[in-house]
């Protein structure tokens, strides 16, 4: 059976802790990234709503491009076989 000592149990929080750290580090990294680009491209004092409907117009353009490319293959296919 397994017993959890306080050696185990500081190690597991620290542990927890570091890898909450590097959580937060990586998102505040992420925002800091997407901020530049936003600024890149003119964007830069723009608010979270803006953000997020960027955020799905990007996902449209790329389910658009797989239908696109979908639809290419078939025709490509037909094309073959005739």
């Known amino acids: 059976m397994f017993e959890m000592t306080p050696e ?3 190690r597991a929080k ?8 590097d ?3 990586k998102a505040a990294q992420y ?3 997407r901020d530049e680009k936003l600024k890149a491209i003119g964007l830069g004092d723009c608010d979270k709503f803006y ?3 960027l955020a799905k117009v990007k996902a449209i ?3 658009v491009e797989q239908e696109a490319v979908k639809e290419a293959q078939e025709i490509l296919k037909k094309a ?3």
């Open 8 to 10: 185990i149990a500081n």
């Open 14 to 21: 620290e542990h927890a802790d570091k890898l909450t750290a």
């Open 23 to 25: 959580k937060k580090k």
């Open 31 to 33: 925002i800091a990234e």
């Open 51 to 53: 953000v997020e409907k």
């Open 61 to 63: 353009v790329v389910e």
């Open 80 to 82: 073959q076989g005739t």
